[in-house]
């Protein structure tokens, strides 16, 4: 018998008992329903966690200052700085090559003056050096999803414009605007100079009108405006370009205020921190906290697979049953089969077959209705989190590998849930099962 | 003899040529088989000793359990002898198991039940395909077609077995029966659950298979003018054999 009459066969006796079909399908899909959303929920809530830990970056992400590591920095996860040390290109591409770090991205800040939006408003009155004294913090913004930064409100400035910038959430409180009041109004940033005057230095800036495209919460840098690298180098050049050299100003010795290092894994966290101490620089990770709390997630993580184990058991259960209430329905039927040639193997893949239609269509109804009660979930979380002036939640993201991961183990579950009745049906002697016809 | 539907065909023998091929002949020596109810045994048969020459056309008659079935069995293969030698052409049976036997069955033996032993869920055609599809027939649709032609059933081969008579079961069975080209055929009661036209018909179609085919028939019955039919018939009473 080939695999399409097997298959056939099978297909044809699901349509025979279609209510016992149906029931034994919806009892996988209900397992697998389970067991999806509470895996996707999980995993969502578990990265929006670490996420959270990590400041809005990832979990692996190691926030690096141009300081001294003071003696006690590799027992805590909080920054223990102990004087200057600054972080130059070198610094940068001798940590690009431990094999721990995925990934190094610089942060460059340098001092500005704000004129705070919209367009037209007064500046500060301060002169002298104390009027540049708000910071742009510049990075690399198209490695921006492993930044620490969450967008709070429009987006971030496209990566290398030199006409866009966010401002922190910090800025605006202390400027007493709202956020939805500055999203699309334009602010006026000057970059210091110093330079010689008949009267001594003197300071001049490098205007510049930026759009405010975005407002940010961020852990990369303290300042009040997010703004391309580029943007920041391009200051800083103007400041060094100035009389001084950038000794009046002053200008920091190091040219990278600091930087945000990425361990390849959680796993590797720990080591790449010690790259990080081991080069003297202080530095910050939820190391041990992330950790902590990782084990906690992993105990819920077992608790919900265990809940969802047991309702596809359960679900196994019902396809085996089922499959023992066809073998004896069609022991007549066996025996015919068996009669004319048929070998054990050809019964036994007819009902694993029917047991596979049933895992799969079952897995594949379950895992639809997992994803979208975890997406229902997500809606309702959100409106929650809204509710309460929280960020949301990215949820619905489909996960293809669970899908597949899903759909293949509810098939092979009932497979092997089908493997003794099938063996049964394989067993049954031809003799007696034909009897009486 | 009324024949149904028009003349038998395999291969290029048709019902004015002559057959090309025996049957298997069908040697029992000293076969004994018994079962096991509780802890005493129920012997079915004892002793037998039968030899039916290839080609025949044997009847078997008998009270009901006196062995009948059981001896139908162990010469299809659904069963083993327990002791004794049983031989179909060149196969020794109690030497057979597993795919070898369900081989065997498969090309050598084709049964007909009593209560036909069709599939439900399959219609004629695909009743009779699916026999085909057992030995990897290659063009298997258009055998099972030319078969229930044969037996007057073309414009049946839709019908699920629900939807037809008991004599057109039969002959679906029959057809299915035919369909892997066997050497012998055996029969259980084919017309104990047919009205006397239908069994006729039933009979001579067998008869005709057996004559143009050249296989051997065995028919298991309690009808005596069935039994009559045949060129040799057997009796068995108590699992012995006494005529």
Same mark, same amino acid.
């Given at each position: ?202 300071? =001049?800036?490098?205007? @510049?009108? $930026?759009?405010? %495209? &975005?407002? !940010?919460?961020?852990?990369? +840098?303290?300042? *009040?405006? /997010? ?121 036994? =893949?007819?009902?694993? @077959?029917? $047991?596979?239609? %049933? &895992?799969? !269509?079952?897995?594949?109804? +379950?895992?639809? *209705?997992? /994803? ?66 | ?243």
């Amino acid at each position: 018998m080939t695999w399409t009459d097997s298959l056939g066969l099978a297909s044809r006796s699901l349509r025979r008992r279609p209510g016992r079909a149906l029931l034994t399908i919806l009892a996988v899909a209900l397992g697998t329903t389970l067991l999806v959303a509470l895996g996707s929920v999980a995993s969502t809530a578990g990265s929006r966690i670490v996420s959270k830990l990590s400041n809005g970056g990832p979990g692996t992400a190691i926030k690096v200052a141009a300081s001294q590591a003071d003696a006690d920095q590799a027992y805590t996860d909080d920054l223990r700085a102990a004087g200057s040390k600054p972080i130059s290109d070198g610094t940068i591409a001798t940590l690009r090559r431990s094999p721990q770090i995925a990934t190094v991205i610089p942060v460059m800040a340098s001092q500005v003056l704000v004129v705070p939006p919209p367009f037209g408003s007064e500046a500060a009155s301060t002169r002298g050096p104390l009027a540049f004294g708000s910071t742009m913090v510049g990075v690399d913004l198209r490695q921006a999803n492993n930044l620490p930064i969450t967008v709070l409100a429009g987006r971030l400035p496209r990566p290398g414009s030199l006409t866009e910038v966010a401002l922190t959430e910090s800025y605006l409180d202390h400027a007493g605007q709202s956020v939805a009041g500055v999203i699309g109004t334009e602010v006026e940033l000057a970059e210091p100079q110093a330079y010689q005057s008949q009267t001594g230095p003197q300071f =001049r800036g490098r205007w @510049l009108r $930026a759009q405010v %495209v &975005g407002v !940010v919460s961020q852990q990369v +840098g303290s300042g *009040a405006v /997010l703004v391309p690298i580029e943007q920041t180098r391009l200051a800083r050049l103007w400041s060094l370009a100035g009389v001084d050299g950038g000794d009046v100003l002053p200008l920091p010795a190091s040219p990278y205020s600091g930087a945000i290092v990425l361990a390849s894994s959680l796993n590797d966290l720990h080591a790449a921190r010690q790259v990080v101490t081991g080069l003297g620089y202080a530095n910050s990770a939820p190391e041990h906290l992330v950790s902590s709390v990782l084990r906690y997630l992993r105990v819920v993580d077992i608790v919900l697979a265990g809940i969802g184990t047991i309702a596809l058991s359960i679900a196994a259960m019902g396809v085996a049953n089922a499959l023992l209430a066809a073998v004896r329905e069609r022991r007549r039927e066996i025996g015919v089969l068996k009669a004319i040639g048929a070998r054990d193997r050809d019964i036994m =893949r007819w009902f694993l @077959l029917e $047991a596979l239609a %049933v &895992g799969g !269509v079952g897995g594949l109804l +379950g895992t639809i *209705a997992g /994803l979208l009660i975890a997406l229902a979930v997500g809606v309702s979380v959100n409106d929650y989190l809204s509710q309460q002036g929280l960020q949301s939640i990215q949820f619905g993201d489909v996960s293809w590998p669970l899908i597949m991961a899903a759909i293949a183990g509810t098939s092979v579950l009932a497979v092997a849930a089908g493997i003794v009745p099938a063996m049964q049906a394989a067993r049954l002697s031809p003799r007696e099962a034909v009897a009486g016809l | 003899m009324r024949l149904i539907g028009p003349g038998l065909a395999r291969g290029d023998v048709g019902p004015t040529n002559p057959v090309t091929r025996l049957g298997s002949a069908i040697r029992l020596q000293r076969v004994s088989h018994w079962y096991r109810s509780g802890r005493s045994r129920v012997e079915a048969l004892h002793e037998i000793d039968l030899d039916i020459p290839a080609s025949g056309y044997v009847a078997l008659t008998g009270a009901s359990g006196a062995g009948k079935s059981t001896l139908l069995s162990l010469i299809g293969g659904l069963e083993r002898p327990q002791s004794g030698e049983l031989r179909v052409g060149e196969h020794r049976l109690q030497q057979l198991h597993g795919d070898a036997l369900a081989a065997y069955r498969r090309a050598t033996i084709g049964f007909v039940f009593q209560h036909f032993g069709l599939i439900d869920l399959l219609n004629a055609r695909e009743n009779v395909e699916l026999a085909a599809s057992l030995s990897r027939s290659s063009q298997r649709g258009q055998h099972a077609a030319r078969l229930l032609d044969e037996v007057g059933l073309r414009d049946r081969a839709g019908h699920r077995p629900g939807e037809l008579s008991g004599g057109e079961r039969q002959r679906v069975a029959i057809a299915r029966a035919l369909v892997n080209d066997p050497s012998v055929i055996l029969a259980d009661e084919p017309t104990g659950n047919l009205d006397a036209t239908s069994g006729a018909r039933v009979l001579d179609l067998l008869e005709r298979v057996h004559a143009e085919r050249g296989c051997t028939l065995l028919v298991v019955t309690h009808n005596e003018s069935v039994a009559k039919r045949a060129t040799r018939r057997y009796q068995l009473d108590a699992g012995r054999l006494i005529a």
